[in-house]
Nanobody, 121 residues
Framework: HVQLVESGGGSVQAGGSLTLSCAVS????????LAWFRQDPGKEREGVAG???????TYAAPVKDRFTISYDKTKNVLFLTISSARPSDTAMYYC????????????????WGQGTQVTVS
């Protein structure tokens, strides 16, 4: 069982930056995906960025070149740096984990954090 705990959400002005963190509990997965999703009330949860155990990263089109996903393996912490923030980035952000490769389908992920709110104004 993998536990995920997000932190770092808050309010940021449009054009500003914010870094989200997700503490990942120890796991025995050899091949895995760590990802960030976001969800606005009344909308479906959408994939934002993913990182596989071999270091490959993927980004959704709306955030490419503005968001950066990274993983500190020594501390087991997943990060999402939001740059050039836009009001459309306002959402609850969740980190998630699954065995094997990354997908953009929320139901493919077995482990979720509780979420952290990001508000861009």
């Amino acid at each position: 069982h993998v536990q995920l705990v997000e932190s770092g959400g808050g309010s940021v002005q449009a054009g500003g930056s914010l870094t989200l963190s997700c503490a990942v509990s120890d796991h025995s997965f050899t091949t895995y995906c760590l990802a960030w999703f976001r969800q606005d009330p009344g909308k479906e949860r959408e994939g934002v960025a993913g990182l596989t155990s071999d270091g490959r990263t993927t980004y959704a089109a709306p955030v490419k070149d503005r968001f950066t996903i990274s993983y500190d393996k020594t501390k087991n912490v997943l990060f999402l740096t939001i740059s050039s923030a836009r009001p459309s980035d306002t959402a609850m952000y969740y980190c998630a984990a699954r065995r094997w490769q990354c997908t953009v389908v929320p139901s493919d992920f077995d482990y979720w954090g509780q979420g952290t709110q990001v508000t861009v104004s």
